[in-house]
């Protein structure tokens, strides 16, 4: 009797290759990711995580690596004892158009799902991972919305953006490198504690932690402060931990100016006044890294410090000339009541209290060493925004944490080198 349940096995994923029973005929399909001969018996494969078996040797000729096969069969036992689909039938073939060998495949970074099923089950938990972090803030009223990926200027964070031109409005346009500042222009217009979970774009190097197109959440709290947020963030990973079965972890917080002022073994970096004196205490040129002290003390804890720091944690009050979208911390105006969230010397994400004095704003911008500044949000700080406090998240470094990978692209559908671009 055959099981016609299995006929989408692979990508229904309706049973578990345990759920198989003996001496039942069942209709499968999947890619072939592995071919192994033995005497009297072929073995294959395939990405569903089923073994196939051809005894018939005319059948299986034309196998090969990255062919997608529909196949009827018997579940018998192997020599070994795994439960494989013994293949009476090949009812349908569709051949792989490339003939994939490891050196080839492992230089295609595009090819490579073709024989690792790890491939997919990767971009489905990224679906479940970030349905899990909408869960989470919806069930907290939260409320979800979408803000424009295309932007007149470069804004909400420090980064190099990607420059476009709108041949419409014949004007040049950048895509979004955050979504904070439109996130907050909708709370000026009355939408309260709202999330976005969204692409941004950092024209930058990448590496097993960066990648140039990610996937970034945001989230904003009125009449909340960065404690409140730090709760949130809080309760979101034990949420998320509890979802996936993971066990549940500690936080650590700690002072960034204290850490470096321990580092450098003096009684208080907030009392340093320049790059050159920062140099001479690091024992290091500090100018090529930095173009302030804060810079400098951002630069030190990165490069010298995180490492030492393990699990997760977070490290607050960043001086508030390097964090000029953060309010300032009430009781010491050198620094802003901000924070990284850290897992040992991986940046998670950030979070603030948010500037809402739209003086100090403008002021803050106009320091900063660009010319390119969202004149329309600040225009728009000025009809009033309530205190609020928010955070952003980079999900493809949350799932490397979480599940232990090595690169953050393992997360991402499609990443691009310069093997995938045509030769001049």
Do not use: W
């Not at 173009?291 to 001086?319: L, M």
Request: aromatic fraction near 14%.
């Amino acid at each position: 009797m055959t099981n016609t349940n299995l006929y989408l096995f692979k990508r229904a994923n309706i049973l578990k290759l345990e759920d198989l029973i003996l001496e039942n005929e069942y209709q499968i399909y999947g890619r072939v990711v592995r071919k192994r001969n033995h005497p009297g018996v072929v073995f294959l494969d395939l990405d569903s995580n089923i073994q196939i078996a051809f005894r018939n040797f005319n059948l299986v000729e034309k196998c090969k690596l990255g062919d997608l096969i529909y196949v009827t069969g018997m579940i018998e036992n192997s020599s070994s004892g795994l439960k494989t689909l013994f293949v009476s039938n090949l009812d349908f073939y569709i051949p792989c158009g490339v003939e994939i060998q490891k050196s080839y495949y492992q230089n295609k970074s595009d090819l490579y799902y073709l024989t690792d099923n790890s491939y997919a089950e990767k971009i489905k938990l990224k679906s479940k991972f970030i349905n899990a972090i909408r869960e989470f803030l919806l069930e907290r009223n939260y409320f979800e919305t979408i803000t424009p990926v295309l932007q007149p200027f470069q804004s909400g964070a420090n980064a190099h953006g990607f420059l476009t031109y709108n041949n419409y409005l014949e004007k040049n346009m950048y895509l979004r490198i955050a979504m904070e500042c439109y996130l907050k222009r909708l709370m000026v217009r009355g939408i309260d504690n709202l999330f976005e979970i969204g692409t941004c774009f950092r024209n930058e190097d990448a590496s097993s932690n960066y990648n140039y197109e990610f996937t970034m959440l945001e989230a904003y709290t009125s009449n909340r402060r960065c404690d409140f947020t730090i709760n949130i963030i809080k309760e979101l990973i034990i949420f998320l931990c509890q979802k996936f079965q993971l066990e549940i972890p500690s936080f650590n917080e700690y002072d960034l100016c204290t850490e470096v002022s321990i580092y450098l073994n003096i009684p208080d970096v907030k009392k340093v006044t320049t790059i050159n004196e920062m140099s001479e205490l690091f024992k290091e040129d500090l100018s090529e890294h930095a173009t302030s002290v804060g810079e400098c003390i951002d630069y030190i804890f990165s490069k010298k410090i995180a490492h030492t720091k393990t699990g997760f944690y977070f490290i607050k009050n960043f001086p508030k000339e390097i964090t000029p979208l953060a309010g300032i911390c009430e009781d010491d105006d050198y620094c802003s009541e901000s924070a990284d969230f850290m897992f040992n010397d991986i940046e998670l994400g950030t979070l603030y209290t948010e500037q809402t004095d739209p003086k100090i704003q403008r002021d803050a911008f106009q320091r900063q060493p660009t010319e390119n500044i969202d004149i329309a949000f600040l225009d728009e700080l000025e009809l009033g925004l309530q205190p609020c406090s928010g955070f952003g998240l980079g999900i493809e470094r949350m799932l490397k944490v979480f599940f232990q990978t090595a690169q953050i692209k393992d997360f991402i559908s499609f990443s691009f080198s310069a093997i995938d671009f045509p030769k001049k």
